[in-house]
Structures are given as C-alpha cells and as structure tokens.
C-alpha cells in the first residue's frame, strides 16, 4: 500500500539532517553520495558519522515511531515501504544538488536500482511495520525520545508532554560510580505551529526534526560540566585554557577515563581543533590508543588518508596486528586510498594476494582488473600473479581484460611472459593469424620473449623481414643487438635475407658483424687496385678463416652472405640516384627480378652487373651519382674475382674441423 503523504513528511523531516546543506560542490556531493550509498550497502563502524542513518534504514520501526499510525486509512505499511521513501527522498535531494551543478545523475555514480534491489533481497522488506514501543514515565514523563549518545559518559533523552506540547531536554551525566548530575533543560524558544487537525502526525515529525538540536544542546552542557569537575578534582590545571572540541572530547568515556587515570594529559589535547576532535573520536584511533600502537600526539594528527583506510576493516585490524604502520598509510595519496578501500582490492589485501607496499601508487586500470570476477577468482586460486598485473604497461592492461584475452587464459591458462606478449595488439593480431604458436616459446626464457616486445624488432617483424618463430631461433644477444640498431638499418632487407644471416649462426651475433667488416675490407682492398692474390688478400682469408672456425659457419653460407651485402650496396647507390641512366635502370632490373624470384644466386647477378658495366659504351658508368663519384670505383668485377679466389682457395684453408 502505498505511503500516506503525512508519512512521507514523516520519514522526510526524520531524515532532513543528513543533507542539510544543499549548496554542495562536486566533490563535496560526489562525498554525500558514497556516504548515503555506504549506509544503503555496507556494514559501517560505529564511529561512523552515517551510522545512525543506517540503523534508521536497517530498523525503521524503532526510529519512525508511530509511522504507521499516520495514515486515514486502516491499510498496513511494510518495512520495505518505508525504506524505499528514504531511498526517494534522497533521490530527489540529490537531484536537486545535481541540476544546480547542472551534472546528470549518470555521472555521480548513484545506483538508486541496484539499492532497490538489494533492499528487496532483505528478508525484513514484506515485513509489516509495527513500532518499537515507546518509552514511558508513568508519573511526570509521558513519553521520552532517545538521542543517541553511544561512547559518551551521558545519557539524553526529550521529555515529551503531548497534551500541552511542552518539551523538556533531560540529561545525565554519570562522572563516576558515586557522582551523577541530571540536568533538564526547557526547550523554551522550540516554536511549533499546528496547520491542521492532526496533531500528532505533525508533532511526530517535529520531533524527529528537533533531535540534533537536542543532541547539540546536551553536548554543550556536558562538556561544560566535565571540564569544571576535573578542574576540581586537581586533574585538569584550574588555569588551562579548553577549545571548545577540548571540552567535547571530554565527554567520551575512553578520553574522560584515560584523562581521570593519568594515561593521556589534557595539557596535550586543550588546543584540539575539529579535524582532529573527528580524528581521535574515530573508533580505528581509539582501538590504536587503547593497544598502545600510538600515542595521542601521533593519533591527533593522522593523516586524512591514514584515517580513510583505517576505516576499512581489513586495513584497520592489519593496523591492529602491527602487520603495517601509520606511516605506511599516511604515504599513500589520498586519491590512491578511494581505490585501495573497494571490497575487491582490501579482500586481496585480506587474504595476502596483494602487498600494501606494492600498491600504494596502484593505478584505476589495475583495480578494474582485480574488480573484474575473472582476475580477482583466478588470483585467490593463485593462478594469476597480481604483481604481474600492477607492473604491466598501462596500454596493455586495457587489453588484457577484453573478452578474447581472458577466454585466451581460460583456455591455455596464464604465463605472464607470453602474456606480456599477446597483450600487444600486434602480437595478438598474429597470433590470432597463425603467425606463430605458443610452442614456439617452448623453454625460451622471459629475457628473450620480452626483447620481442622492442619497437625495432616489432618493425622488422612487420616488415617481415623476420618472424617470430625465426627470432626465436636466435639468440638474446642477438636479438639484443637488432632491438639496439648496432646493425645498420639498410641491411635490415629482404634482399640480405638477415633471417638465413643470422640463422646459421645461432650461438652469437659477432659473425654478422665480423662478416659486415670483411665486406668493406675487401672493397678497400679492391678499390686499391691491388692484386687479389697479394698479401692484403691472404690476410683477408686468414681473417674469414678464423670466423669460420670460431662461429662454425659452412663456407659456401659466409660467402653468400658476402655476395648479399655486396649487391645491397650496389641496390641503395641506385636507389638513391635521382636521374637514373640506361645502364642503371638495367642493373636495377637485375637486382629486381633477383628479390623477387631469386631463382639466379647473388654471385651470378653480380656477375651479370659486372659484365653490364664493362661493356656500357655511355659515360653513365663513368659517373654513379651526381657528385661525380665513379660506378667503377665499386670495383664489381675485382669483388667477383676476390670472392672466386676466396671460394677456390686451398680446402684446408677455409674448412673447419
């Protein structure tokens, strides 16, 4: 049955003080609405300025008293109902707040639904609501409203006289076993004007309304009476001078029996200012104090996000175990605290999955993986190593929670090395292609797996130029010195074919590199014009000789390799001609028709290029680029006899055992 509009007043005026500010900012809203949301979903501490809200959600029948009574007809409310018109009338507050600040309530993280859904779960919410029965003084007090006072050495109570409307504030201040004063203080100036006939439904609400007034008033006077008690009693130096949050702290029954019994000194708590009253109110800092894990210069002054994680319940008994300090929670920023306070992140930190060390500085991105039920299932399973996760680039992580990454775990489970790998969008595409196969990391180490992921060798492996399966093939080193560029870019080339290059050697980089020096060697040699059977040539071959026998490479293997580079060089002395003659253009159809059928060896278009060269009748060859350097100073046809002289040397010269 839906609520009469008296009860909706009702529940309003009992709830008006939980936003009673409505000129909110973003962050102070967006504060509001964690709070309120907390209240509606989580268990909170007692010390907990929304506590008393949730205990208003959670057993209204002992706080909207009468509630049921408010209505002309004799249909019975639940408790469901009465929770829901909370749910609504915040709601519209925060609207309200939001149209302001002109931001949509899209943007504020306000799950009304899921609220409502999680209310409707609650075996109390088809339940009919019956107050909770008042309290009653058969003598001179007809009905007395409880303020809460829960921690305090006081209790406070509203006298209610409803036939003549008279209101009277009653408190009792319990300073010790033999020493209690009352105290009962006329609302005097409450000023309550009836608009209709039903006076008890709007009484009612008054009431609710009138409560942190009363609860203010109480303080006051407490806190007063304290202070002047202890200064009696030589505990408190008769001249000290109190804040005002001074005296207020006195009347919490921790703080007044450390004080009484000498284990906190009011002269280190008689300038309190508010920050810091909230702070030491907190019931994580009390526990501290009590436990001796810090004294109450240190807890006066925790730090804001100190004081956020020690309201998380794993963070606050791991404070209480001495598993990590306060200065360990006061080093992490605040905003990371948001972050690290989630149920999914402090459950890990619970069940040791993650270190708070290692999280201190986490990123958004890493929390919405260990959110995600996939990861934070596959980490309590230690299948998943989260430190993995929390150091992977930001880039990657964004892929690895897409739906086909995670069926890729499900299906062939997680190696953080190969991970890190297909992570890459470029990997990932391959693999997806059948470019390459895990078992081609079969025993591979991550040092070699991680080199994959350099930006040269991703470029030659899009050139194709290499693969995966052929990188593999090599070694670390090697692939070291491709991924640092010590190997000149031109020769990175299909027309080198670099993978047989460095395939025949698959223990060391050094021969590709000692092969490159032979090369020029021999140029400079030739260019000379010296004669290739000479001195100069024999130490030539002692050399080639010597990297055959260290590197075991075939001979007939080295020598293409030699004829390779050799052509490449004659290919980027045409390419960069910018008027091309006769002679060039048949030579570069040559090295064409070579790269893309290579059914003639290098040997053999070097040759053909040599005997295009000697028979040019134009002066083409005389010049090879416009700065007049000459195409025969390539010494083509001394390079062919050189590399013959080479081939056919004496077996026992270039063979290795």
Not at 229 to 237: N, R
Request: glycine share 2%; with cysteine; aromatic share 8%.
């Amino acid at each position: 049955m839906p609520l009469s509009n008296a009860q909706k007043e009702f529940i309003q005026g009992s709830l008006c003080h939980f936003i009673d500010d409505t000129e909110l900012n973003r962050e102070q809203l967006l504060t509001l609405i964690a709070n309120i949301k907390n209240a509606f979903q989580q268990t909170l501490l007692e010390s907990n300025e929304f506590i008393f809200l949730q205990k208003y959600i959670a057993q209204p029948e002992n706080y909207l008293q009468r509630l049921e009574k408010l209505s002309s007809s004799e249909n019975k409310i639940t408790v469901g109902e009465a929770q829901i018109e909370m749910l609504d009338y915040f709601s519209q507050q925060i609207k309200v707040i939001a149209d302001r600040l002109n931001i949509p309530l899209s943007d504020l993280g306000w799950e009304k639904q899921n609220i409502i859904n999680l209310l409707n779960a609650s075996p109390n919410f088809n339940k009919e609501f019956i107050s909770a029965a008042s309290q009653f003084d058969t003598s001179e007090r007809p009905s007395n409203l409880h303020i809460d006072t829960e921690g305090r050495i006081y209790d406070a109570f509203l006298v209610i006289n409803r036939e003549f409307l008279i209101i009277t504030l009653s408190v009792t201040l319990h300073l010790d076993d033999k020493k209690i004063i009352k105290k009962e203080i006329d609302m005097d100036d409450i000023e309550f004007e009836l608009e209709d006939d039903d006076i008890n439904q709007q009484f009612d609400v008054f009431l609710q309304s009138l409560l942190p007034t009363a609860r203010k008033e109480a303080e006051d006077w407490a806190s007063k009476t304290v202070l002047t008690h202890l200064k009696d009693q030589d505990i408190i130096d008769p001249l000290t001078y109190a804040s005002p949050y001074s005296k207020i702290l006195l009347t919490h029954k921790f703080y007044y029996d450390s004080i009484r019994q000498g284990q906190i000194f009011f002269e280190q708590l008689f300038t309190l200012r508010e920050n810091q009253y909230h702070t030491l109110i907190n019931h994580a800092v009390m526990s501290l104090l009590k436990k001796n894990i810090c004294d109450i210069q240190t807890a006066k002054d925790i730090a804001p996000s100190a004081l956020r994680m020690l309201n998380n319940s794993v963070y606050y008994t791991q404070a209480l175990e001495k598993k990590i300090t306060l200065k360990e929670l006061e080093e992490i920023p605040i905003k990371t605290t948001k972050l690290l306070i989630l149920p999914a992140i402090s459950n890990l930190v619970g069940r040791d999955k993650l270190q708070l060390k290692k999280i201190k500085y986490i990123s958004l991105l890493s929390v919405n993986i260990f959110s995600n039920v996939f990861f934070y299932d596959k980490i309590l399973q230690n299948k998943i190593d989260p430190d993995f996760i929390i150091q992977l680039p930001n880039k990657q992580k964004k892929n690895l929670r897409k739906t086909e990454m995670m069926k890729f775990i499900s299906d062939n489970g997680f190696n953080s090395t190969i991970i890190n790998l297909l992570t890459v969008p470029f990997y990932f595409k391959l693999y997806k292609k059948n470019k390459f196969h895990l078992e081609d990391f079969n025993n591979e180490s991550s040092e070699k797996i991680n080199l994959l992921l350099n930006d040269t060798i991703k470029k030659l492996i899009a050139k194709s130029i290499l693969t995966v399966k052929s990188a593999m093939l090599l070694t670390a080193a090697q692939l070291t010195v491709l991924a640092n560029k010590r190997i000149n870019p031109q020769i990175l080339d299909k027309t080198l074919a670099l993978e047989q290059a460095l395939y025949f050697n698959p223990s060391t980089s050094h021969a590709v590199r000692e092969t490159i020096g032979i090369n020029n060697r021999i140029h400079a040699l030739i260019q000379a014009q010296q004669n290739p059977y000479n001195d100069s040539l024999e130490k030539i071959n002692d050399t080639i000789t010597r990297i055959l026998q260290q590197y075991q490479i075939e001979k007939t293997e080295f020598l293409l390799i030699l004829n390779k580079l050799f052509l490449y060089e004659i290919k980027n002395k045409l390419t960069a001609q910018s008027q091309p003659s006769a002679l060039h253009r048949s030579i570069s159809r040559q090295i064409e028709a070579y790269d893309q059928t290579s059914n003639s060896s290098p040997e053999e278009i070097l040759n053909t290029i040599a005997q295009l060269v000697k028979h040019d009748s134009s002066q083409a060859s005389s010049h090879f680029f416009s700065s007049g350097v000459n195409l025969k100073k390539l010494a083509i046809s001394e390079y062919c006899a050189a590399i013959n002289a080479l081939k056919d040397a004496p077996r026992q010269v270039l063979t290795h055992d």
